[in-house]
């Protein structure tokens, strides 16, 4: 059962938009959320996280929005570029008790020039 | 900055070979990590470590048994390959504490014919 969803297996977006990548969670134990970033033929890099007692990170042109009730996150780019083209994965944790991130499927992004 | 080095990135291995695929990590983390990523699936924990001779089983640890005998290091072993195990294969580490990030080494693509 896929605790955590990216239910959009891709995205294209042009240069200078803004891109939205969703997760869903069904666990509602989770109250720690990342967002990575994958490259082909690299690891997977941390991009940003938010913990169950915010709504909403931000770290440059990346902000990361959580809403508990609706155990939604979405990643907005704010504007995309061409370098932002990659595999984004949102993943969740919680705590205390564990240190298992559940990764979701991953969402492939296309930043069109 | 963080260093995970996987010491193979493609590696072909036959049914029923054992297989060792070794991770190193150079900032002293207590925790480690092995994933892998196939398409539609995201990233699946098999093991991880939170100290020294230290493991637990992730979500599909079947066919899977892993090693640390020193800190920084921590090995993965398919113990009689199969076909269904031709995978990307993710080595992570992090410092204690369940909100710490994992950092990822570049992944070994291994493929069992």
């Known amino acids: 059962d896929q605790q955590v969803k990216q239910n959009s297996p891709s995205l294209s977006v042009q240069e200078g938009r803004i891109s939205i990548l969703n997760c869903d969670y069904t666990n509602s134990m989770f109250d720690y959320f990342l967002w990575y970033k994958k490259y082909p033929a690299e690891g997977p890099t941390f991009l940003i996280s938010?913990?169950?007692?915010?709504d909403k990170n931000e770290d440059g042109r990346f902000t990361v929005f959580l809403n508990k009730s609706a155990k939604h996150l979405s990643l907005h780019i704010v504007p995309s570029q061409p370098g932002d083209s990659a595999v984004y994965f949102c993943a969740a944790s919680s705590f205390p008790g564990t240190y298992k991130y559940i990764f979701g499927t991953g969402t492939r992004l296309k930043v069109l020039a | 900055d963080v260093k995970v080095t996987q010491s193979s990135r493609y590696l072909v291995k036959r049914t029923g070979e054992k297989v060792f695929l070794e991770c190193v990590q150079d900032?002293?983390?207590?925790?480690m990590f092995w994933y892998r990523q196939d398409p539609g699936l995201g990233l699946r924990l098999i093991y991880f470590?939170?100290?020294?001779?230290?493991?637990e089983k992730g979500d599909i640890p079947e066919g899977y048994s892993v090693s640390r005998e020193k800190k920084e290091r921590f090995s993965l072993i398919l113990e009689s390959a199969s076909t269904n195990q031709t995978s990307m294969y993710l080595c992570a580490s992090s410092p204690p504490g369940p909100s710490s990030p994992l950092h990822f080494g570049n992944g070994t693509r291994l493929t069992v014919t």
């Open positions: 900032m002293d983390h207590e925790n």
């Open positions: 470590s939170y100290d020294v001779k230290m493991k």
């Open positions: 938010i913990s169950s007692i915010k």
